[in-house]
């Protein structure tokens, strides 16, 4: 009987860079995740401000770098297919979090999702 190795999906790759960027965080209250529709990601811790509390890190799944078109436009704005943040245990308030997300993410009516 032999073991099968699970295979690792992009979003247990995400996970595992979302608790990585908090670790190396302390002010970080959640971490803005931003997928672009090449797969490739753009991640930062955020604080209780709404400020960055982590360089911004691009990524793409099992991949030595991430795509030429990321590498040409940082991943443009107009490419961005879902964007959230994970939020770190225990979770602001409704209130913070919302204020958050406005001035990180934008409002609902300007975000893609």
Same mark, same amino acid.
């Given at each position: %009987?032999?073991?099968?190795?699970? *295979?690792?999906?992009?979003?247990? =790759?995400?996970?595992? %860079? $979302?608790? =990585? ?7 970080? &209250? @959640? ?5 672009? /529709? !090449?797969? !490739?990601?753009? %991640?930062?811790?955020? /604080? $209780? ?5 982590? *360089?911004?890190? %691009? ?6 770098? $991430? !795509?030429?078109? !990321?590498?040409?436009? /940082?991943?443009?704005?107009?490419? &961005? ?11 602001? @308030? #409704?209130?913070?979090?919302?204020? $958050? #997300?406005?001035?990180?993410? @934008? ?5 893609? /999702?």
């Amino acid at each position: %009987m032999t073991a099968k190795k699970a *295979k690792r999906t992009p979003e247990q =790759g995400e996970q595992a %860079m $979302i608790e =990585g960027i908090l670790e190396g965080s302390p002010d970080g &209250v @959640g971490v803005a995740v931003i997928r672009l /529709n !090449c797969d !490739c990601r753009k %991640m930062a811790a955020v /604080n $209780i401000d709404g400020e960055p509390a982590s *360089k911004i890190i %691009m990524y793409r799944d099992q991949a030595e770098s $991430i !795509c030429d078109q !990321c590498k040409q436009d /940082n991943g443009d704005y107009m490419r &961005v297919t879902e964007q959230f943040i994970h939020w770190k245990k225990p979770e602001p @308030g #409704e209130a913070a979090r919302k204020k $958050i #997300e406005a001035k990180v993410l @934008g409002t609902s009516e300007e975000r893609p /999702n």
